[in-house]
């Protein structure tokens, strides 16, 4: 009469070790590598080859530095959204960006949102990574827990459409 109660007992002590971690995973993304092909994502285009104005004014070639036909998508990214492309060590704003910045804060804002929003994002998928383990196959539960915080576009393009403002067209929505 013991032998099933110790042996169904035993299953579910090792069953729930199985299930611990020491510090919970909660990433909610399943993002395995399928295979071991290639990653697209790891190669970037560089830029046209073009000689230099001055040969001695090249730099010294540094392994894992960067090229001078790298790109910087960020710099492109400020850009192309009219701002002033930085070096990646200048820290700061520009000053050629101070009167969007200040536009920017002109209802005011909060100095560390960073480290605000970081910590406030980590409790939420604390919260939302409970019983995440529990699964017959493995899913990314990263679109599921952030649902509702995502935006509706067509409804928001609805809903300013109904107010008079101009809005831009948009595509048909996947029905």
Known sequence: MRGPHLVISLIAVLGLAACSQGG?????????????????????????????????????????????????????????????????????VPATDAGLVSFARRNGG????????????????????RFTKIRLIKTDRYAEAYARETLDAYASWNRFRRAGLRTPAAPPANE
């Open 24 to 92: 919970r995973d909660i990433s909610m993304r399943a993002l395995d590598k399928p295979n071991e092909g290639p990653d697209e994502f790891s190669i970037l285009p560089s830029n046209r080859l073009q000689a230099p104005a001055n040969y001695a004014n090249l730099p010294t070639p540094t392994p894992g530095g960067r090229n001078l036909t790298d790109r910087d998508p960020r710099a492109e990214g400020i850009a192309a959204l009219g701002g002033t492309p930085q070096p990646a060590s200048a820290t700061g």
């Open 110 to 129: 909060i100095a560390n949102i960073r480290e605000s929003l970081a910590t406030e994002d980590e409790a939420f998928r604390r919260r939302q990574s």
